[in-house]
């Protein structure tokens, strides 16, 4: 079964300083792997998303992810951080059809605080 | 703006009454989630509808329905709210499950009293 691991339940960091968020994962055929973002009170908003296509991902607000299957790791990176960015993040992987029992499998979240 | 819409963002109920949550959506997607998320804990699917397929989870609790009348709606019931059942119910859709994104809305926060 699949699995995602994130190490840190917070991670804080000051301004205008690298972002790093780890995340693990645990499948036995190749994944699709998510990273979400959450604000304070909101739903989750999709950051980026590897479909096997390219294994740097680039997503929104200047976060991008790097795919490493030998490492079975998808860390989320920011080169600089902004206030804006505190925030909860989730990793997630799927790696079949649910159809074919596969679903959206959450880490249990990051969260990020960014000092000034 | 195609999204996905959660009403009310807060709803207060009382132990053991009834609530209805809704969720619409303007993306014409052919799948529609419901997920609990409790305090500081990633998203738990409860259920969801491919089409007018239900497919629930299976430790989701019978407490716990789900309908939906048409491709834009979808409504979760709580028949007896406990206290345990305080938390953000999140909506989402998607295309297709499994590997396709799935969209979020803005959530409706449970208080039972």
């Known amino acids: 079964a699949q699995s995602v691991t994130q190490l840190g339940s917070h991670v804080s960091v000051s301004e205008g300083a690298l972002v790093l968020l780890r995340c693990n994962y645990s499948?036995?055929?190749?994944?699709?792997l998510f990273w979400y973002v959450q604000y304070p009170n909101q739903g989750l908003q999709l950051l980026l998303k590897?479909?096997?296509?390219?294994?740097l991902v680039k997503g929104i607000n200047g976060f991008e992810a790097e795919f490493k299957k030998s490492e079975t790791s998808f860390h989320l990176t920011k080169p600089s951080a902004h206030m804006s960015d505190a925030a909860e993040y989730f990793c997630?992987?799927?790696?079949?059809?649910?159809?074919?029992?596969?679903?959206?499998?959450f880490g249990q979240g990051t969260e990020l605080s960014v000092k000034p | 703006d195609a999204m996905v819409i959660q009403n009310p963002r807060y709803q207060v109920t009382q132990f053991g009454k009834p609530v209805t949550l809704s969720c619409s959506q303007t993306?014409?997607?052919?799948?529609m989630y419901w997920y609990q998320q409790k305090s500081s804990q990633a998203p738990k699917l409860l259920f969801h509808?491919?089409?007018?397929?239900?497919?629930n989870e299976a430790d989701t609790p019978d407490n716990f329905q789900s309908r939906r009348p048409n491709t834009s709606f979808c409504f979760l019931d709580i028949r007896s709210p406990g206290l345990g059942d305080a938390a953000m119910y999140l909506c989402?859709?998607?295309?297709?499950?499994?590997?396709?994104?799935?969209?979020f809305g803005p959530g409706t926060r449970l208080t039972v009293l």
């Open positions: 590897y479909t096997s296509a390219a294994t």
């Open positions: 989402a859709t998607s295309v297709r499950t499994g590997t396709d994104t799935q969209y």
């Open positions: 509808y491919y089409d007018k397929d239900f497919n």
């Open positions: 499948s036995s055929v190749p994944p699709y």
């Open positions: 993306l014409n997607h052919n799948v």
């Open positions: 997630a992987v799927s790696d079949r059809a649910y159809n074919q029992g596969g679903k959206l499998i």
